[in-house]
T-cell receptor, first 113, second 112 residues
Framework: GESVGLHLPTLSVQEGDNSIINCAYS??????FIWYKQESGKGPQFIID?????DKRQGQRVTVLLNKTVKHLSLQIAATQPGDSAVYFC????????????FGKGTMLLVSP | DAGVTQSPTHLIKTRGQQVTLRCSPK?????VSWYQQALGQGPQFIFQ???????QRGNFPDRFSGHQFPNYSSELNVNALLLGDSALYLC???????????FGEGSRLTVL
């Protein structure tokens, strides 16, 4: 069935490294993708989004890449900091309104000082 | 400016009971969506309310129902609780079903 999934359940990096979190999606009709960060005991926090007519978008220390050919989404975090430790989710929207998102299972990012 | 607020933060129920969770959207937002997040999983869309009506619904049984009030706040009701209903219930708000979703901290429900 339709799904949004992640390749790696846990990613461990050293402080200062660049981190890359990957996500595969299967619904070619999705037109909007978002990355969320969820810290323990908190709700998901918006990081960055990208629409299907783009292949790259940059924010502060984060970059999202979208490859529609292989239905792949990635989140790059530059100069990873201990405060970046959290679970990261990718989510997709299928054009039915931007509140109805399909989330992947998440990747835990662990940053060691 | 208050963000999305949810209550209660934690609660424990037994099988067969009913529960009501509450959500106040971020100031200026008029659309409320509810998500269920099981432990170790991503959030799953339950339903969305806009202009006091359920607009969209995910793959959840009729035991899950909701309401939106004129002040845009919302309730999620779950009847005949099952053990599998144990989860973090997240409320998210947005403006006119467009743009960024802002999530609350969630209500942690444990069903014994």
């Amino acid at each position: 069935g339709e799904s949004v999934g992640l390749h790696l359940p846990t990613l461990s990096v050293q402080e200062g490294d660049n981190s890359i979190i990957n996500c595969a999606y299967s619904n070619s009709a999705s037109d909007y993708f978002i990355w969320y960060k969820q810290e323990s005991g908190k709700g998901p926090q918006f990081i960055i989004d990208i629409r299907s007519n783009m292949d790259k978008r940059q924010g502060q220390r984060v970059t999202v890449l979208l490859n529609k050919t292989v239905k792949h989404l990635s989140l790059q975090i530059a100069a990873t900091q201990p405060g970046d430790s959290a679970v990261y989710f990718c989510a997709e929207n299928k054009g039915t309104g931007y509140s109805t998102l399909t989330f992947g299972k998440g990747t835990m990012l662990l940053v060691s000082p | 400016d208050a963000g999305v607020t949810q209550s209660p933060t934690h609660l424990i129920k037994t099988r067969g009971q009913q529960v009501t969770l509450r959500c106040s959207p971020k100031s200026g937002h008029d659309t409320v969506s509810w998500y269920q997040q099981a432990l170790g999983q991503g959030p799953q869309f339950i339903f969305q309310y806009y202009e006091e009506e359920e607009r969209q619904r995910g793959n959840f049984p009729d035991r899950f129902s909701g309401h939106q009030f004129p002040n845009y706040s919302s309730e999620l009701n779950v009847n005949a609780l099952l053990l599998g209903d144990s989860a973090l219930y997240l409320c998210a708000s947005s403006l006119r079903n467009t743009g960024e979703l802002f999530f609350g901290e969630g209500s942690r429900l444990t069903v014994l």
